[in-house]
């Protein structure tokens, strides 16, 4: 390992309160992809007084004892998990960074060595070794984030995160070798932040076996664009069909589709 800074925790498996997930862990504090939407974990290790600035979150922390940890809270959990993912608060297969992608796969395996199902989600490349089938179980979902094709956006607003291509490319790769994967388009932009073919992003992704689709929580941005209702909800639309024709799976966020108001 390199020198990346480690920390130590005290617990790490966790019922997660978001809408589509079961357990999950943190075993990395930080993400240095640095992500503008705002990052919702960079606002609450602020909150929490864990970091002062985005340079601070964005110099990852690792977990070190994370394996001493699951050894000792797996057996106590297992009849209750589900799935374990990885991670909600930050990327397990960070740009840039081996020792985060190496531990990663450690932990996956741990898990999966005990039968538990691992679903993933990064803005990073998967590594190739997740393709060995006989080490990680089949049943893992592998994802990546991908809101737009657009590189300008991505320099704006995923400024550290590999580029689309790349990130599509690893995925697809793994879905090649027979494992599944999916794609969360969240949070997808209205058109006055960036113009975009959704319909193209669809189609770039055709191969997966999930989509996750969700919109940018209301800022002022969303809402300067006085039609975010109806664009949301024509882009849910667009995702069911599209996911219908092609015989994908698919979640819409709740709140993602709401009625709208013609008179306002
Ligand atoms: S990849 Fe996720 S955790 Fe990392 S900065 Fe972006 S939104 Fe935050």
């Not at 939407?37 to 002062?52: N, Q, S, V």
């Not at 930050?90 to 960074?97: A, L, R």
Request: proline share 4%.
């Amino acid at each position: 390992m390199t020198n990346i800074e480690k920390i130590k925790r005290k617990s790490l498996l966790y019922k997660t309160r978001v809408e589509y997930g079961d357990y999950t862990i943190n075993h990395i504090e930080g993400c240095s992809h640095g992500c503008k939407y705002p990052c919702y974990a960079m606002m609450m290790a602020k909150r929490f007084g864990r970091i002062k600035t985005y340079d601070e979150w964005r110099r990852p922390k690792i977990v070190e004892n994370s394996i001493e940890l699951l050894d000792r809270e797996i057996p106590k959990l297992k009849d209750d998990i589900q799935s374990v993912h990885l991670c909600f608060m930050s990327d397990p297969f960070m740009f840039g960074y081996p020792d985060i992608s190496e531990l990663s796969l450690k932990i996956v395996k741990k898990l999966n060595d005990n039968n538990i199902k691992v679903t993933t989600l990064s803005k990073g490349i998967y590594p190739d070794e997740l393709k060995k089938q006989r080490y990680f179980s089949d049943i893992n979902e592998y994802g990546i984030t991908l809101v737009s094709l657009d590189e300008n956006y991505r320099l704006e607003y995923e400024p550290f995160t590999a580029d689309y291509e790349q990130r599509i490319e690893g995925l697809k790769k793994l879905h090649k070798a027979g494992l599944k994967t999916w794609v969360s388009i969240e949070p997808f932009p209205t058109p006055n932040i960036v113009k975009q073919d959704f319909l193209r992003i669809l189609r770039k992704i055709s191969f997966v076996d999930k989509i996750i689709f969700g919109r940018l929580n209301y800022n002022a941005k969303v809402t300067a664009y006085t039609w975010h209702k109806g664009f949301y909800n024509h882009c849910v639309d667009q995702v069911q069909e599209f996911c219908n024709q092609k015989g994908i799976d698919y979640y819409i966020k709740k709140g993602t589709e709401t009625s709208v108001d013609m008179y306002r």
